[in-house]
């Protein structure tokens, strides 16, 4: 198929919230039981969780802090939204076709792939000690 034929239509409706967001749910497992993991191997008292429910799926942090901490991710009509656990939204994505014909999340202006999202919602989430994010 050249890319004269490329179906860009259909393409972009298989590039659906939904989708994207059952693929980022089992993707958010994984990486909240890698760095679980890794903690565990350095005796630290807390690692991570998910709970999904619905059009949502929250990664939690658990054991080591009094505080509840949580970055929760929930699909809309048009992407997938990030929220902490206050409820404050902290990334809206979209959802794009690029010019390569591949699906995307669409961040401002940049397209990030699943795994670059990821670490964009959970990167300090997951490598900031969560003593000091704790409320005074």
Not at 76 to 100: C, H, M, P
Request: net charge neutral; glycine share 4%; hydrophobic share 40%.
């Amino acid at each position: 198929m050249t890319s004269r034929d490329f179906d860009w239509v259909k393409a972009r409706a298989e590039c659906s919230a939904e989708a994207v967001f059952q693929r980022l749910r089992l993707s958010l497992q994984a990486d909240a039981e890698s760095r679980t993991e890794m903690l565990l191997k350095a005796n630290a008292s807390y690692g991570f969780t998910t709970i999904s429910q619905g059009a949502s799926i929250s990664v939690f942090i658990q054991g080591g802090i009094t505080e509840p901490r949580a970055v929760v991710f929930t699909h809309t009509e048009s992407g997938i939204s990030v929220r902490d656990e206050n409820d404050k939204l902290t990334i809206q994505a979209t959802l794009t076709l690029n010019n390569d014909g591949e699906c995307r999340l669409k961040v401002a202006d940049k397209e990030l792939e699943l795994w670059q999202f990821r670490k964009l919602a959970l990167e300090d989430f997951f490598f900031s000690s969560p003593v000091s994010k704790r409320k005074a």
